[in-house]
Each structure stands twice: as C-alpha cells, then as structure tokens.
C-alpha cells in the first residue's frame, strides 16, 4: 500500500483513485505506533447521500431500532436502514411522536410499523 506524509499527494489520491474504487485514505501521525487492540488512525471515506422518506420504523416508536426508508417516489422499495443507535433513536422518536399510524408491513423479511410523515433523512 502506498503511503506518503504529503497533504497534497494525499488529498489527490483521495479524489483521483475514487473513480477506480477507492473507498477513501486512512490518516495516521507518521510517528505513531499501530496500538494493538484499538485503531490510531482515521480514516476519510468518500460520501455519497441521498435523502430516504421514512415509511415506517421497527421496535418501539419512541426508540425504533430500524427506520423502513424509501428512496426516489414513494412506489420505490422499502429499505430498512442500519440499527439506531440509542441516542438517535430517542431523537427520532420525538420526531415520530405524532406521526399517523398506517398499519403494518413487511420489507426484508422484517415487520414494520406503516407511518404517514414527511420526515427525510440523508442516508
């Protein structure tokens, strides 16, 4: 694996190797050790987002653990996003307090709670 401790070499690697699927570059002081057991590093991953309407939500509705998303119009398939975590989901509970309930569905092979609201979030 290449490595350099040039910005610039490295900020030009960042943007010029995403074409061929470089996922980002992992950052690190040149004179730190590689600790056994926990990371020393950072990486810097390229983000690419798009907004999802939230449809529904798994678990409870004031700390759901999954949100039921749609992406493009609201016929496109429902997708379920990564599990919440718990700080998260107390806020996106409080979001969904008064969201009306539509009934339940399936998606992924998971239930999930139909709810009518405007809410998007960046995914």
Same mark, same amino acid.
């Given at each position: 694996m290449p490595t350099t401790d040039d910005? *610039?070499? !490295?900020e030009h690697w960042y @943007?010029?190797? =995403?074409?061929?699927?470089? @996922? #980002? $570059? $992992? !950052?690190? %002081?040149?004179? !730190?050790a590689y600790p056994s057991? %926990? %990371? #020393?590093?950072?990486?810097v991953r390229h983000a690419d987002t798009v907004d999802g309407l939230v449809v529904g939500f798994t678990g409870s509705r004031? %700390?759901?653990?999954?949100l !039921?998303?749609?992406? #493009?119009?609201? *016929?496109? =398939? $429902?997708?379920?996003?990564g599990r919440l @975590?718990?700080?998260?989901?107390a806020r996106i509970g409080a979001a969904l307090a008064d969201a009306e309930v539509m009934g339940e569905r399936r998606t992924e092979g998971e239930?999930?709670?139909?709810?009518?609201?405007?809410?998007?979030?960046?995914?």
């Open positions: 910005r *610039d070499v !490295a @943007e010029a190797l =995403q074409e061929q699927g470089l @996922e #980002g $570059v $992992v !950052a690190k %002081r040149g004179t !730190a057991g %926990r %990371r #020393g590093w950072v990486k004031l %700390r759901p653990q999954h !039921a998303l749609v992406v #493009g119009d609201e *016929d496109s =398939q $429902v997708r379920l996003s @975590e718990p700080v998260l989901a239930t999930y709670t139909r709810i009518q609201t405007g809410l998007t979030v960046a995914m």
